[in-house]
Every structure is written in structure tokens, then in C-alpha cells.
């Protein structure tokens, strides 16, 4: 028979709120890379700069990929409500 023990920490979490509104694609690629991409303090200077410059690029690619989420979701929904006969509604989204 095998004993074995298992220790998980959930380790640190951070909770956003907003006011009548949801998050943005820039909160959200913020976060996702906080969470992608830890840099030391003690990393040498070299390297810390190359995770940082690594760090925003994949900050551009997370946000580029949410926004046009965000731009096809609602293309989907516009074409929901026009086939519907919501057209009012529909001209909203496409202005959003």
C-alpha cells in the first residue's frame, strides 16, 4: 500500500470590481498576464528586462485577441436580433 500526502495552496488572489459595467478587454488582458507571467525582484537586470518586454507583448496579444471577441460576439448577436425583428436593438449593438 502508498501513503502519500498532498499540500495545494490556492497561493495569492486578487478580487476587481466594477461600478455598472463589466471588465474591459485592457482589465482583463491585465489580469490574464499578471497571471501568465511572474518576475522575480531578484532576477538579474538582463533578464528582468526581457520578461518585462516579453511580459507587454503578450499583454498586446491577450488584448488584440478580447477585442476581437468582444467585435465578433456582437456581430453574432446583432445578426440574432435583425432575424428576430428586433432592428432597434440590433442598430445599438452595431453602435456600441
Known amino acids: 500500500m502508498f501513503d502519500f500526502e498532498v499540500n495545494a495552496s490556492p ?6 470590481t466594477t461600478h455598472n459595467r463589466g471588465h474591459t478587454p485592457e482589465e482583463l488582458a491585465t489580469n490574464a498576464v499578471q497571471k ?3 518576475i522575480s525582484d531578484t532576477a538579474e537586470p538582463a533578464l ?3 520578461a ?6 503578450i499583454y498586446h ?3 488584440h485577441t478580447l477585442t ?3 467585435k465578433s460576439d ?14 432597434e436593438v440590433a442598430e ?5
Open 11 to 16: 497561493g495569492d488572489f486578487t478580487v476587481q
Open 74 to 87: 456582437r456581430t453574432t448577436l446583432y445578426n440574432k436580433f435583425k432575424q428576430a425583428g428586433h432592428d
Open 68 to 70: 476581437q471577441a468582444v
Open 48 to 50: 528582468k528586462q526581457q
Open 36 to 38: 501568465i507571467i511572474s
Open 92 to 96: 445599438i449593438l452595431r453602435e456600441m
Open 52 to 57: 518585462e518586454a516579453f511580459r507587454e507583448r
Open 61 to 63: 496579444v491577450i488584448l
